[in-house]
Nanobody
Framework: QVQLVESGGGLVQAGGSLRLSCAAS????????MGWYRQAPGKQRELVAAITSGGSTNYADSVKGRFTISRDNAKNTVYLQMNSLKPEDTAVYYC???????????????WGRGTQVTVSS
């Protein structure tokens, strides 16, 4: 069982930046693939970004060029750097993990509890 704990959410003005962190209870190298999802009120949860143990990344079109996913295997932590934030980025952001990129981008096995990001206009 993998436990994931997110942090770094908060309130920011449009155009600002936030960095989310996701700490895993197991070595993330063995998990292989991790990602970030978000869910806005009244909307379905959607994939934001994913990264494999080899460093391959995958981004939603809506965040390309603004968000960057990265990982620190020594700290068992994955990050989501969010720049040029927009009000439509407001959502609960969830960390996810799976043993494959396909898994983490479709039906992740492991989830964190989420952290709220609110972008004011």
């Amino acid at each position: 069982q993998v436990q994931l704990v997110e942090s770094g959410g908060g309130l920011v003005q449009a155009g600002g930046s936030l960095r989310l962190s996701c700490a895993a209870s197991l070595t993330i190298y063995s998990i292989n693939a991790m990602g970030w999802y978000r869910q806005a009120p009244g909307k379905q949860r959607e994939l934001v970004a994913a990264i494999t143990s080899g460093g391959s990344t995958n981004y939603a079109d809506s965040v390309k060029g603004r968000f960057t996913i990265s990982r620190d295997n020594a700290k068992n932590t994955v990050y989501l750097q969010m720049n040029s934030l927009k009000p439509e980025d407001t959502a609960v952001y969830y960390c996810a993990a799976d043993h494959s990129l396909l898994g983490v981008t479709t039906t992740p096995r492991f989830w964190g509890r989420g952290t709220q990001v609110t972008v004011s206009s």
